[in-house]
């Protein structure tokens, strides 16, 4: 007995690998070319969106620097509010100390018969200067 093959359906298939195959084959060419043609377009494109990207961090950073600068103004105002007060409470500290030693000094100076010859009082001014002197080395050493 002669045995029949079937041999079309083996073709059939074959054919269709052919073909699968060729039609990946013309996909991929189409993608290239489409590449390139399009390729310009996609260039425009990010170039345009980088410069969009660009102008928002601008704008964030101006806005960040803006409120930062606010920030630091209150904060600056704040600790002048503070120190203010303090500063003025030292200087009059330092003038009623300084009035102080006036007084005990033309008191003394008085006594002496000194207190009305202004040579005395600025050779008095400048010893207590150089006593100020003296003590600031002696606490610097």
Not at 10 to 39: F, H, M, N, P
């Amino acid at each position: 007995m002669v045995r029949k093959t079937n041999t079309a359906p083996r073709a059939r298939r074959a054919l269709e690998g052919a073909d699968a195959a060729r039609t990946l084959w013309l996909a991929g060419l189409g993608a290239v070319s489409l590449a390139q043609k399009q390729g310009g377009k996609l260039i425009e494109t990010l170039v345009a969106e980088g410069e969009d990207f660009k102008v928002r961090t601008e704008r964030f950073a101006n806005t960040l620097v803006r409120d930062l600068r606010r920030a630091a103004n209150d904060a600056q105002a704040q600790v002048e509010g503070v120190i203010q007060p303090l500063r003025a409470k030292a200087v009059q500290a330092v003038r009623d100390v300084e009035a102080g030693v006036n007084e005990r000094f033309g008191d003394v100076l008085g006594r002496l018969g000194l207190a009305r010859k202004p040579k005395a009082v600025r050779k008095v001014k400048r010893v207590v200067r150089r006593g100020k002197a003296k003590v600031g080395r002696r606490r610097a050493a």
